[in-house]
Structures are given as C-alpha cells and as structure tokens.
C-alpha cells in the first residue's frame, strides 16, 4: 500500500475533522491525481473524518452547529468524487432498488453515497429521500416493482422504524417479493436484522453492494428452478 495514499486519505479525514472545506477540496484534487478509488476516499477517508466528529458530539466535546459544519464539507468533497465514480453502462439495470432514509430520521450523506455507487455498479436506484413513513417505501417498490427495498436509519431512536418496514410488508403478504436490506451508521448488528425480519444488512457501502448482488443472484437462481420444475 502505497504511503502517498495513507496521507491523502488522512488529510481527507482531517479536512472533515477540521471542517475545513478549502483543505477537504484540495485533498480531494490530490486523491484523484493520484487514482485512488473515489469510493474508497470515501469510506476510508472522509467517512472516518465524519464519524471521530459524531464521536465527539456524542461525547458532548463539540456544539450541533460544528457537526453541521463538518457534514456540509463531508457532502461537497463526496459530491465531488463521486463524479470520478466510474459508470457502468449496462442496456439492462442489474437490479431495481428502492432506498430512503426512515421517519424521523433526516441523515442523507449515507443513502447518497449508495446511491452513486449502486448506480454506477449497474442498478437503477430510486432514493426516495429523508424522513420517510414505511408506506412511502412500499408504495414506491409497488410502483417500479422493485427488487430491493433498502432503508437506513442512523439514530436508536429512529431504528424501530427499520423493523416496522419489515412488518408491514409481512402484513401486506408482500415480503417474500423484494430483497429486504437495512443499514446506516448507527445499525446495532446481525441481531436487529433479524428482528426486523431483512435478509440482510451493511454499514459500509462496497459491502452492501456485494451482498446486495449475492442475493439478487442467489433469487434469480431460485426463480430459474422453480420455472423449470414446472
Ligand atoms: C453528519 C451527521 C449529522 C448531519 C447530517 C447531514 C446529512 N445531510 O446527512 C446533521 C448535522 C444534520 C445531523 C443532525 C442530527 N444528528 Co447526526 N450525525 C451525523 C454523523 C456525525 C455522521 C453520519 C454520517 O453521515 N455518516 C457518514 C455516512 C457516509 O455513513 P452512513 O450513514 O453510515 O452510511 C454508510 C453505511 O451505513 C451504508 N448505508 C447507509 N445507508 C444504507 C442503507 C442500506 C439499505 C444499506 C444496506 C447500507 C447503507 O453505506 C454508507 C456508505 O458507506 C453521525 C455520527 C455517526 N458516527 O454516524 C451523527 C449522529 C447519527 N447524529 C446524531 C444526532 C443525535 C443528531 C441530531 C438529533 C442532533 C440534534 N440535536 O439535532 C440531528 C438529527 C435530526 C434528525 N431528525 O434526523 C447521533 C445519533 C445518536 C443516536 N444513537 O441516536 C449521532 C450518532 C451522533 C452522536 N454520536 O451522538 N447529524
């Protein structure tokens, strides 16, 4: 691993720490003159940057006004180096996918991200926004009849909402026609995707889209057997 690497993605880090927006955007310039992979810049660099600043905020060492500070420079760099996101241009969509983030909760710098990433991996996502009731979700999977149904929630107190998801799709006799995935910075693990009744979960983007692809595979094949053993 190169070390020129491990530098810029810490300066990325640091602009974010630091809230610095000329520092952040001339780190961004220095990961892509030197090809790093804009998604990794992402995860590895500006995202750890965001999370020591909700650690700090967590731990009441710094006011709401600087964590809103930080998430602004967090969202222009990432915009930024998502345009590098190479496009995957397929005739066919590898999969249709509806995402959101849940009621109560407006955290968008997650969802955006899969969203680029998604997209640029081959499959048509509908981002259907912040603070969304569980029937905006189904009404939209119902609508592009979509594959997977992904939601995100990043507060404990916004979680619940994830497993009303998954409860109201089972209530509808809807479940077993999408791909139920949740995630999002604050998910508590394995576990709480299970009570929410998904099929599977992520809190790191490059991880989502593999599983995500996994099981998309692993439903095309069960759907090819069925068919032939008609
Ligand atoms: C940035 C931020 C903000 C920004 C949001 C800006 C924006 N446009 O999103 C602002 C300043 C507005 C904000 C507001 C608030 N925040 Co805030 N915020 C954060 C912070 C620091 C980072 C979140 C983030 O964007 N991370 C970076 C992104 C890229 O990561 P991510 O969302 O996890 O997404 C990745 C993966 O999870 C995955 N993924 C995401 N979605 C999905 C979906 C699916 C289906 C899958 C498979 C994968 C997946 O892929 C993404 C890319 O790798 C966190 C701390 C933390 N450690 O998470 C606190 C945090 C979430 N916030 C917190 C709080 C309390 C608030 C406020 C209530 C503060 C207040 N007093 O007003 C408000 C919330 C208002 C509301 N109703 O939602 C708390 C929540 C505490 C808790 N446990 O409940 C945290 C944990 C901070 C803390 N330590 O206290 N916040």
């Given at each position: 691993m190169s070390v020129n690497k491990e530098v810029i993605l810490k300066k990325l880090a640091e602009a974010v720490i630091n809230f610095d927006e000329a520092a952040a955007m001339a780190a961004v310039s220095e990961a892509i003159s030197a090809q790093i992979d804009p998604?990794?810049?992402?995860?590895?660099?500006?995202?750890?940057?965001?999370?020591?600043?909700?650690?700090?905020?967590?731990?009441?060492e710094i006011p709401l006004p600087f964590l809103m500070l930080a998430a602004q420079v967090m969202e222009k760099a990432t915009n930024e180096l998502l345009k590098y996101v190479p496009e995957?241009?397929?005739?066919?969509?590898?999969?249709?996918?509806?995402?959101?983030?849940?009621?109560?909760?407006?955290?968008?710098?997650?969802?955006?991200?899969?969203?680029?990433?998604?997209?640029?991996?081959?499959?048509?996502?509908?981002?259907?926004?912040?603070?969304?009731?569980?029937?905006?979700f189904i009404k939209k999977a119902e609508e592009?009849?979509?594959?997977?149904?992904?939601?995100s929630a990043l507060m404990s107190n916004t979680l619940q909402q994830q497993k009303f998801l998954g409860e109201a799709l089972k209530k509808r006799g809807i479940r077993d026609k999408y791909i139920y995935m949740v995630g999002g910075g604050a998910f508590p693990g394995e576990e709480w995707c299970r009570?929410?009744?998904?099929?599977?979960?992520?809190?790191?983007?490059?991880?989502?889209?593999?599983?995500?692809?996994?099981?998309?595979?692993?439903?095309k094949g069960r759907k090819t057997k069925t068919a032939k053993r008609k």
């Open positions: 998604v990794e810049a992402i995860t590895r660099g500006l995202t750890a940057g965001i999370k020591e600043v909700g650690d700090k905020f967590g731990r009441g995957d241009k397929r005739p066919e969509p590898l999969g249709v996918m509806v995402l959101g983030t849940v009621e109560g909760d407006i955290h968008n710098l997650g969802t955006n991200i899969v969203t680029a990433v998604f997209t640029a991996a081959g499959f048509k996502v509908y981002n259907i926004g912040v603070d969304q009731p569980v029937e905006n592009v009849n979509a594959d997977i149904i992904g939601a009570e929410c009744g998904a099929d599977d979960y992520a809190t790191d983007v490059m991880i989502a889209l593999e599983k995500a692809k996994n099981l998309l595979a692993e439903r």
